[in-house]
Structure formats: C-alpha cells, structure tokens
C-alpha cells in the first residue's frame, strides 16, 4: 500500500499533463478564431492583387517601348536584306563575267590549235615553183591560212543550219519563224562568197583551184564553186510540186543562169587564149621579163571571173527564195545543205576505201 506522499505526487503530475493540454487547446481555439483567419488571407489577397498590377504595369510598359525599338530594328533588317540580295547578284554578275572569259580563253586557245595544226599540216605554203622570177621565196600566205579556218567554221555552222531546217520543218512551226530560218540561211551562203573575195585578193588561183574543197566537190568545181544552175537542179526536185506560175519562172531563172555560166566560161576561155599568147611571145629571146609583166596584167582580170560567179550564184539564191514560198525555200536551202554534206562525206569514203596493194 503506497505512502499518501506518493500518491499527492502522482496525482500532481497528472493534474499539470490536463492543465498543460488545455492551454493547447486554447491555443488551437484561438488560431482558428474568424477574425484571425479572415484577417490573414484579405492581406494575402491584397498582396497578390498588388503584385498581379505591378506584373501587369511591367509587362505593358516595356510593349510600348518595343514598338519604338522595333521600327529602327526592321528599317535595319530591311537594309540588310537589300544588301544580301545586291551581293548575290553582284556574285551571279561576276561568276557569268568569269565564264565569259573562260569561254573566250577556250575559244583563243582552239583557234591557236588550228592555226598551229595548219602551219604544221602546209596548208598553203607557196613553192618556189610558183613565185617566179621576182624573188618571192616559200612562205605561208596569211590570207589564204585564214580563209581555210573561216571555211571550216563555215562548214560546222551550215551543219547547225542543216539541223534546225529539219527540226522547224518536222516540228510544223509558223512561216514567221520559218522565214527567220530561212534569211539566217541566205545570209550564211553571202558570208562565204564575201570570205571567197577576201580569199581571190590573197590568191585567185588558190580559189578558182578549189583545193580548199573536198575531192568530191572539185569534180563540179565551176569557177570558184558550184554552177548556178546545178543549184537548181538539185532543189527544184525536192520542192514539188509547184505551181503553173512558180514553173515558169523557175525555168526563166534556169536558162538566165545558164546564159551567164556560158558568158563567163567563154570569157574564161578567151582570158587563157590571150595568156597563152602572152608567155608564148618571142620563145627564142633570152629576155621575156616584158612577156611576164603582160600576163600578169592579164591575170588580174581572173579575180574579177570569180567576183562575177559568185555574184551570179548569189542573185540565183535569192531569185529562188523569192520566187518559192517560205516553206519551199526552207526545203529547198535543206536539200543544197544535205546535196553539199554527201558530197563531203563521199569524198571522205572515197579516201577511206580499201585499196589494192601496188
């Protein structure tokens, strides 16, 4: 049985634990309290609304700002961009200028090439047999090495010319484009007799030869060329049919271009008789430099054949075109195109044939 002192102290202990956890109550009762709690939370809603209207005042006052800001920034974006696109197309300009001289360069380069491979070849040197008496040593005519490279670029273009004139005429395009065609092609043939004069003050002889030709069309070499009326013949087949009018005047044009052959032929003929009168004069003399000057006057009269033939066979083009529809005129400058290439390309077959051993 316990002592009374023992049991005041156990009961005291127990009496300050309840005392004890009734002031926390109190403590709970007064922190929940309305008054407290409303209190507290208007002054969080107060804070908060301040703070959202200063966020707010921030964030609309810099916009304002920026749409200052920004003009000078879009004037600059605007300049710069004009600046990209001018060095673009400075940098399209200098790279077409680049290729430009590179294709001038490559041009340079081959005409050298064929000069070079013309030197090398001998295409036209003059022998001592054919200087004479005056001292005129072996050396390259300059007229005669240009003409023969102006002529195989003449060639190349007629081939090009050749190849348009049959695509226009399959692909069925318009008579204007057709006409276009068709002058380029007349124009081209002018080029070449105005090369051939140009050729005939070098050396007549060179020309009228026909050496600058292929084998195949020496064999109808006529003055320096192809005989007018040979032209005709050889379109006039490939352009029926024609009409009562166009007929009769083909035929007018025919015998007018044989006329004028004959007349030059003759006076070809009659030039080589007074020649042959000229050398051949007082045979037994030891001195014949007066004969020699003679012939040589004579002589010049023969770049004034080749001048007149190849006026006629211009006059004969063009009669032609004129008399032809633009249609007939395309086909018929494709078929002297076509007539001259197989005469090339024979030639070449001709020297390319199998031969049998001597």
């Not at 300059?142 to 002529?151: C, H, K, L, Q």
């Not at 695509?167 to 204007?176: E, K």
């Not at 007066?290 to 007149?308: P, W």
């Amino acid at each position: 049985m316990s002592s009374p002192s023992t049991e005041l102290t156990r009961r005291m202990a127990i009496y300050e634990q309840f005392h004890q956890i009734s002031r926390w109550g109190d403590t709970f009762n007064g922190d929940d309290s309305p008054n407290t709690g409303s209190s507290t939370i208007l002054q969080v809603d107060v804070r908060l609304e301040n703070k959202a209207e200063y966020i707010s005042c921030e964030q609309v006052e810099p916009s304002r700002s920026d749409q200052e800001t920004n003009k000078p920034a879009e004037k600059m974006q605007r300049r710069l961009a004009q600046n990209r696109e001018a060095a673009r197309k400075s940098r399209l300009r200098r790279k077409a200028y680049v290729q430009q001289l590179e294709s001038s360069r490559l041009k340079l380069a081959q005409l050298e090439q064929e000069l070079e491979r013309a030197r090398q070849q001998g295409i036209y040197i003059s022998s001592a047999s054919d200087t004479g008496y005056f001292g005129l040593s072996g050396t390259v005519n300059s007229g005669i090495t240009a003409f023969e490279m102006e002529y195989g670029h003449w060639v190349e273009e007629q081939n090009k010319q050749i190849y348009e004139l049959r695509s226009a005429l399959q692909a069925h395009i318009t008579d204007i484009e057709l006409r276009i065609l068709v002058e380029s092609g007349l124009n081209h043939y002018c080029n070449l007799f105005r090369m051939k004069a140009d050729a005939a003050k070098a050396d007549v002889f060179y020309l009228i030869s026909g050496i600058w030709r292929t084998s195949a069309e020496r064999f109808f070499h006529w003055i320096g060329g192809f005989r007018p009326s040979e032209l005709l013949n050889v379109v006039m087949s490939q352009i029926e049919p024609l009409t009562d009018q166009q007929h009769l005047e083909v035929c007018n044009l025919r015998q007018s271009s044989q006329q004028a052959e004959d007349a030059l032929s003759q006076g070809i003929d009659k030039l080589q008789q007074n020649l042959t009168q000229s050398v051949a004069a007082d045979l037994s003399s030891g001195n014949y430099r007066a004969q020699m000057a003679a012939a040589i006057d004579k002589l010049e009269a023969l770049e004034g054949f080749v001048n007149q033939a190849d006026h006629l066979r211009q006059q004969t083009l063009q009669q032609m075109a004129r008399i032809l529809t633009t249609r007939q005129a395309a086909r018929g400058l494709l078929a002297l195109g076509e007539y001259f290439h197989r005469l090339r390309a024979l030639s070449s077959l001709w020297s390319a044939r199998p031969r049998e051993p001597a």
